[in-house]
Nanobody, 115 residues
Framework: QVQLVESGGGLVQPGGSLRLSCVGARRRFSSDVMGWYYQAPGKQRELVANIRWQGRTNYADSVKGRFTISEDITKNTVYLQMNSLKPEDTAVYYC?????????WGQGTQVTVSS
């Protein structure tokens, strides 16, 4: 019923930018959330950013001022604009859709920041 497809990951130099896209769901109710999480090797999956009721957003402290989450509800798409990338941003990034009951995850897209 819900299938999330992510794209936009890749290899980038420190200070560079990427834009991730996730297609397959949109927020329709006040309880719905869409967001991005990342998981580095050997670590738990952690919040990067999410967007919810009335466009309210949350960001991990480590990405504030550098990353921006946005959505295009007409295209069932959420984006993560990633600027000023650092090596420590290297991880697999996962798209989330939460419908108030269930978490739905994309397959992940690899982001590698290296010189």
């Amino acid at each position: 019923q819900v299938q999330l497809v992510e794209s936009g990951g890749g290899l980038v130099q420190p200070g560079g930018s990427l834009r991730l896209s996730c297609v397959g769901a949109r927020r329709r109710f006040s309880s719905d959330v869409m967001g991005w999480y990342y998981q580095a090797p050997g670590k738990q999956r952690e919040l990067v950013a999410n967007i919810r009721w009335q466009g309210r957003t949350n960001y991990a402290d480590s990405v504030k001022g550098r990353f921006t989450i946005s959505e295009d509800i007409t295209k069932n798409t959420v984006y993560l604009q990633m600027n000023s990338l650092k090596p420590e941003d290297t991880a697999v990034y996962y798209c989330l859709f939460y419908d108030g009951r269930t978490n739905y995850w994309g397959q992940g897209t690899q982001v590698t920041v290296s010189s």
